[in-house]
């Protein structure tokens, strides 16, 4: 699931999963959750994130390898915040070699409405998990939820800056391929979660 940051990627990414059964694989969870386990794990990631910049493409690269190869991703998955480079989206075409089709959605949203929903947004301490609503805790998990820290004014510039340098030539690389899709990410989140579903069924239906 392709997106910048406030797409809504994390919320679609997790009803998604959830509806399919399949996991849902975030990148960013996986690093958050590694940087509260051991603080002093790898400085330079934990400085790299706090600066809304991308973590080398070798370590997420590493990161997905090892999470596709367990048991329950072997029927499917939804990446999401994964790829965020050429180089990783390249990658993620050699790991998925006997794997196909990788079934791609992009989510459109314009940058006014990513910079309210970025400033306002909550996450779960525990699970990861966007909050869908104004809430006191988790709905998944009943965790905390907390402001993320990269969601600050100047960080979060930082991020949709990256976002188009870095991340925006891959939707230009997946776009020339059927198994792209793009949706309409400035709607009702029950209305994306409808075409997105529409728009993989019309991929895997076409096949
Ligand atoms: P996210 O939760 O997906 O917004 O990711 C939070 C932060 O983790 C990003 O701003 C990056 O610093 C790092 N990160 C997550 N996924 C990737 C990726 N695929 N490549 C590089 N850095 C990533």
Do not use: W
Not at 110 to 133: F, S, V
Request: charged share 30%.
């Amino acid at each position: 699931m392709l997106g910048p940051p406030g797409a809504g990627k994390g919320t679609q990414a997790g009803r998604f999963a959830q509806a399919r059964q399949v996991p849902r694989i975030s990148t960013g969870d996986v690093l958050r959750q590694a940087r509260q386990a051991n603080p002093d794990l790898d400085k330079q990631a934990r400085a790299t994130m706090d600066a809304g910049r991308l973590v080398d493409d070798d370590v997420v690269i590493g990161i997905v390898r090892r999470r596709l190869a367990e048991p329950d991703a072997r029927e499917g998955f939804v990446l999401d915040g994964f790829p965020r480079t050429l180089n990783q989206a390249e990658a993620l075409d050699h790991l998925l070699d006997d794997r196909q089709p990788l079934v791609v959605v992009d989510i459109e949203v314009p940058d006014t409405t990513l910079l309210e929903r970025l400033q306002t947004r909550r996450i779960c301490a525990k699970c990861g998990m966007p909050a869908t609503a104004v809430l006191a805790v988790c709905s998944a998990c009943g965790g905390p939820l907390i402001a993320r820290g990269d969601d600050d004014a100047r960080v979060v510039r930082e991020r949709l800056r990256v976002y188009e340098q870095e991340s925006r030539p891959i939707v230009e690389f997946y776009r020339r391929r059927s198994t792209f899709r793009s949706v309409d990410g400035d709607q009702p989140q029950d209305a994306v979660a409808a075409d997105i579903s529409s728009a993989v069924a019309s991929v895997l239906g076409a096949r």
